[in-house]
């Protein structure tokens, strides 16, 4: 969103405040609709409007394509188990978050990495359909722990409903998601992803602790990103090698790709929150900055500061005292020292380990879209 529309679309949910959460939505997302479709003042419509126009089609999108049969399998199967006969309340929630879009990234590279090691059985669907519950109960997790307002361009859930709702129902998407696991009946799939929702949790809590302090390093940071980000993506991938009863060499191939796109997307996310699109984002830019995160960007200019930009980091960072006009100049730091290009590199680094796994897996054109996926995430920052 630009700022324009940020603001009015912040007037929507204030008219709606008073309101039960069904009209809530209506007031934001009927208010965000008319705006794509009718523009509202000359900016929002050119912004829109070079969006739409400029716009290629994402490797993503291709590999969504190519899957789309066992992608429809695993949203009907996504839809059936986020039902409850007792507590309606679960799937309006789960509907209001994962119906709000996003690329289905996660359950993608599992059923790629299936079919590219010659699955041609159903229980890639129940993984990927679990992969995609473990990330959406951790969205709405996150959201209550920073106190987000928005996700992917709409009001969180917490937001329109309430922190215990949101805690609550992302504890019911993790049962689910072990449910799904069991129907497998892999006791390796099962230990690889209940490890992996072990490691988010622990990277978040990481993470959480870390904020707010200067002495957490780049050290620190890769393990917080491993844990709470690339642990899934890891895992997607490597679970579709080993239902597919892979050779070892491919599945941890796949591990390692998943583990380095993963890592490339948390660094690229977190250059993109100094710099990117709210809507484009998922989150409001500049949330990490308000929030006391220490990411990479930071962590690199904190590094290179000298004495009076050292004391503004802790005034802003440690202290929590941010004023007007800090990120901004929290934005000319991290220029000055190179902080965001550095991190760029970072995320290329990642992404040329993404691409060497790929080399030690069977060609085709699935593995040829991994390739073009592995490009499209740092090519975000490029």
């Not at 059985?121 to 129940?126: N, Q």
């Not at 991938?237 to 599945?251: F, Y």
Request: aromatic share 4%.
């Amino acid at each position: 969103m630009d700022v324009e529309l940020e603001h009015l679309y912040l007037l929507a949910l204030q008219q709606g405040s008073g309101k039960g959460h069904a009209d809530r939505i209506v007031a934001a997302d009927h208010f965000l609709h008319a705006v794509r479709i009718a523009g509202r003042g000359s900016a929002c419509r050119g912004s829109f409007r070079r969006m739409s126009d400029t716009a290629q089609p994402a490797p993503h999108d291709a590999l969504a394509a190519r899957l789309s049969d066992d992608m429809a399998a695993v949203n009907a199967l996504i839809r059936e188990r986020m039902a409850s006969e007792h507590a309606p309340r679960i799937p309006e929630v789960t509907a209001h978050l994962i119906g709000a879009g996003g690329k289905r990234l996660r359950p993608l590279l599992t059923l790629a990495a299936a079919r590219l090691c010659g699955y041609d059985g159903p229980c890639h669907i129940h993984l990927a359909a679990t992969v995609e519950f473990i990330h959406t109960a951790t969205l709405l997790h996150d959201d209550v722990v920073d106190d987000s307002d928005a996700r992917r361009g709409r009001p969180t859930a917490n937001l329109l409903w309430d922190n215990p709702s949101s805690v609550l129902v992302g504890d019911y998407l993790f049962a689910r998601s072990f449910q799904l696991m069991v129907e497998t009946g892999s006791l390796r799939v099962l230990g690889i992803l209940s490890n992996a929702a072990a490691t988010i949790a622990e990277g978040e809590v990481l993470q959480l602790t870390a904020a707010h302090n200067l002495a957490t390093d780049e050290g620190i940071y890769t393990r917080v990103i491993r844990g709470k980000t690339a642990a899934l993506f890891s895992a997607a991938t490597e679970v579709g090698g080993v239902i597919a009863d892979a050779p070892e060499e491919r599945v941890q191939a796949l591990f390692a790709y998943g583990d380095a796109i993963g890592m490339a997307f948390q660094v690229v996310d977190d250059v993109l929150d100094y710099g990117g699109v709210s809507g484009m984002l998922g989150k409001n830019v500049g949330d990490d900055f308000r929030e006391g995160k220490l990411t990479l960007p930071v962590i690199r200019a904190v590094a290179a500061a000298d004495a009076d930009e050292r004391a503004f980091w802790s005034r802003v960072i440690e202290k929590r005292d941010q004023r007007e006009g800090d990120l901004d100049r929290a934005l000319a730091l991290m220029a000055r020292h190179g902080a965001l290009e550095g991190a760029r590199d970072v995320a290329q680094a990642h992404i040329a380990a993404a691409r060497a796994a790929l080399t030690r897996l069977p060609a085709g054109d699935l593995r040829d879209m991994l390739d073009e996926l592995a490009g499209f995430v740092v090519a975000r920052v490029t």
